[in-house]
């Protein structure tokens, strides 16, 4: 079997999740005897490969061109829909000019604007780009959803939400394939679950690119004056450099800009932490929060998007609008010893194995 994995144009050159979701899915089905490549290119020469494997449904100006692409050459389609509503962040927490127009339009023209802003500011203008200035954010959504031959969403409950903004998609093939952690890169190890915790670890983290949508300023907010000392571990997006430098002013003392680190040497930054925090606007998941829950951190997470059906009752709920909510979640979870119930559950269930497992049946499903 030859699959082509394709997605956003930016997808190395601005990594995030989606990134190491595509690397890692790749890898975990390359051990398994299937042949992948990853492109971001829009109109490839398909010939030779028997799927086609697109990301990232949120943002369709290039899953557009890529589907449209695979249908003419007459390939079947798997998407893995990565699929969140920016609604309540671009109503409530977006700042600055932008945010005033953002609680007053619609999303559908917020979209337009979003695509010219990356236009304009990351210079990235495309084929895609000008279809969905002629067709709209949703209906591009609509057709990608449609030439679609099965969808991977990463839970249940990301699947209910396609299927509430997509109803035709009821009828539609669909395999949940879970999110997962590298179990070799970041593990439990025996010497290091035998170790005080407390007297190891004294660190909050947060591992995370740094804009307003993971929203590491009303964490540092959150913070300030209190003596936990909190370590920042990614860099700005590139439309977020004046949120960065904002952060950076209303910094407090306790506060550590680690600036980028390489996946491969995260490892010690999860293991000096006790609590590892993302009190996002919206996460499938957080694939940070999968490796440092594997690694004995506890877990502040955003009560926005799917995050409970990956951790249940095993991680720290946060209001991610609110400064109170996440001190309070974050305080709780630094007096608490570590949860290793969630550590073997992210080793079982939430690892790279399972996720080739479960988008193997899916393949099988249009080969078939």
Known sequence: MRVLMQSRISLFTVPGGDTVQICKTAEALQQRGVTCKISTELQPDLSGWDIVHLFNLTRPQEVYMQARNA?????????????????????????????????????????????????????????????????????????????????????????KRVLRDF?????????????????????????????????????????ANISPRKNQLRLIRALNGSDLPLVIAGLPTPNARGYYEQIKREAGPNVHFAGHVKQDDLEPYYRDAKVHVLASWM????????????????????????????????????????????????????????????????????????TAEATLLAYLQIIQ
């Open 167 to 207: 109803p035709q998609a009821k009828s539609a093939r669909y395999v949940v394939v879970p999110n997962a952690v590298d179990e070799n890169m970041f593990d439990s190890r025996a010497e290091y679950a035998e170790m005080d915790d407390n007297k190891r670890r004294t660190t909050v983290l947060c591992v």
């Open 283 to 354: 996460e499938t998941t957080g694939l940070s929060s999968l490796e440092a829950g594997i690694n004995g951190c506890n877990l502040v997470i955003t009560d926005e998007g799917d995050t409970k059906e990956y951790f249940d009752d095993m991680a720290y709920y946060c209001d991610p609008g609110s400064e109170t909510s996440i001190r309070e979640a974050v305080l709780k979870a630094y007096a608490a010893p570590a949860n290793n119930t969630l550590r073997h559950k992210i080793k079982t269930e939430y690892n790279w194995g399972k």
């Open 71 to 159: 249908q003419k050459q007459g390939k079947p389609i798997a998407l893995s829909t990565i699929y969140l509503s920016s609604s309540d962040y671009d109503g409530y927490a977006r700042a600055g000019a932008f945010g005033v127009v953002s609680r007053i339009l619609p999303n559908n023209i917020l979209e337009y604007l979003k695509v010219i802003a990356r236009g304009v500011v990351n210079r990235e203008w495309h084929a895609g780009s000008w279809a969905l200035l002629k067709h709209g954010h949703h209906q591009l959504q609509n057709e990608v959803m449609r030439m679609t031959s099965v969808s991977l969403p990463n839970s249940h409950s990301e699947w």
